[in-house]
């Protein structure tokens, strides 16, 4: 199995910079695609930024400029850094992974949500 464990969330006065992490352990795995989504209170959860293996990078429109995702593969973290949060970037931030599980056999896929991490940003 895998698990996720994030962090770096918080409260922020808008034009303020938080730096989220997500730590990931388990079972022997190799991790594939990384990923954050948020969602906001009401909202449906929407992914704000994904990064491969390869290191390739996809955000969403409302957040290119602004944030960055990036990952250590050595120590299994994938991190967002926002800069310029608006108030409309409130929401609970999740982690997600598709990794490689070995561990018990035989290998499979699988796909694993952290538990989430709350950021607000105040006007």
């Known amino acids: 199995q895998v698990q996720l464990v994030e962090s770096g969330g918080g409260l922020v006065q808008a034009g303020g910079s938080l730096r989220l992490s997500c730590v990931a352990s388990?079972?022997?795995?190799?991790?594939?695609?990384m990923a954050w989504y948020r969602q906001a209170l009401g909202k449906q959860r929407e992914l704000v930024a994904g990064?491969?293996?390869?290191?390739?990078?996809n955000y969403a429109d409302s957040v290119k400029g602004r944030f960055t995702i990036s990952r250590e593969s050595a120590k299994n973290t994938v991190y967002l850094q926002m800069n310029s949060l608006k108030p409309e970037d409130t929401a609970v931030y999740f982690c997600?992974?598709?990794?490689?599980?070995?561990?018990?056999?035989?290998?499979?896929?699988?796909?694993?949500w952290g538990q989430g991490t709350l950021v607000t940003v105040s006007s």
């Open positions: 990064i491969t293996s390869a290191g390739s990078t």
């Open positions: 997600f992974v598709e990794a490689m599980s070995y561990s018990p056999p035989p290998p499979r896929d699988l796909e694993v």
């Open positions: 388990g079972s022997p795995f190799r991790l594939n695609r």
